[in-house]
């Protein structure tokens, strides 16, 4: 059984009357990637906040690979690299010497080779001696990774990481972190892009109004919902059916009640429908 990255339990935080988080308790597992969804106004980043000790937690336990973050902020900065939603570092330095000061400021050693790697996985090699204000929006974002990623830690934490990223370097940024979780990465991600933790997440967290409403595996989330035939029958009208209770369709009986169907098509569960549902439902 692997060993818990994170662990959130019964975690609370209010702002005068407003009650941002309530009772947040689910596990990530060392090595596994959790997307954590939710509106506008879930409380996502005041978890992380607290995560980070940004934000005193009211009650509730969090533990960073084993150290609560209030009582050991330094073990939970070393095992921590974080992507926050602003765009935080010195618009005057390039790529290369905000990386360079990020390890140092972990009190790393110069690491050349995997600063140079890093601006290669995130496309930003041809840029890495070029003032970061004078990047694009997109680039100012990937390069808010790789400052996370400078002083190696065991845990990744991307709020919002592919804002402003374009398709093609979204798509490649998808494949780098597929890299990373193979070598042992833990990852949590906040997003917008449903599709982003459907294609990615080991894990789901589902928050709305402060609450973990629901946290499962992917597929079993998508397996709440059935896949769906959908054809055009000799009418011209689109017929929809389930797939039956143990899966599959039954197409002799399908083509004896639809002869001449056209314009097949299944369409597979959506993690971005389950999520309408419980967000709607709270």
């Not at 990530?28 to 934000?55: D, M, Q, R, W």
């Not at 939603?85 to 400021?105: A, K, Y």
């Not at 009418?235 to 389930?242: A, H, R, T, Y």
């Amino acid at each position: 059984m692997a060993e818990n990255a994170l662990v959130f339990n019964k975690v609370e935080k209010s702002f005068g009357e407003l009650k941002a988080l309530k009772n947040i308790s689910f596990s990530v597992e060392s090595g596994s990637f959790v997307a954590l969804l939710g509106p506008n106004g879930a409380g996502k980043t005041t978890l992380i906040n607290c995560l980070n000790g940004l934000t005193k937690r009211d009650g509730g336990d969090i533990f960073v690979l084993g150290e609560d973050p209030e009582k050991n902020p330094l073990h939970t900065k070393m095992a921590l690299g974080i992507v926050e939603q602003e765009l935080v570092f010195d618009p005057f330095f390039t790529s290369l010497e905000i990386l360079r000061m990020r390890r140092g400021l972990f009190g790393l050693k110069p690491d050349e080779a995997y600063v140079n790697w890093l601006l290669d996985k995130l496309s930003l090699s041809d840029k890495k001696n070029v003032r970061a204000r004078q990047l694009s929006g997109g680039m100012k974002r990937r390069l808010m990774i790789a400052k996370a990623l400078a002083h190696k830690p065991k845990i990744l934490i991307l709020d919002e990481p592919t804002a402003g990223v374009d398709v093609e370097l979204r798509n490649s940024l998808y494949d780098f972190l597929r890299e990373l979780k193979k070598e042992g990465l833990t990852i949590v991600l906040t997003t917008h892009y449903i599709e982003e933790a459907q294609l990615l997440a080991d894990k789901v967290a589902i928050q709305a109004a402060g609450e973990t409403l629901v946290f499962e595996s992917t597929k079993d989330l998508l397996g709440r919902k059935k896949k769906v035939l959908e054809l055009t029958n000799k009418d011209n009208k689109v017929i929809s059916i389930e797939e039956g209770e143990k899966g599959g369709f039954n197409l002799e009986r399908i083509s004896a009640e639809h002869p001449r169907a056209y314009n097949l098509r299944v369409i597979e569960p959506k993690l971005e429908d389950i999520f309408l549902e419980f967000t709607k439902k709270k």
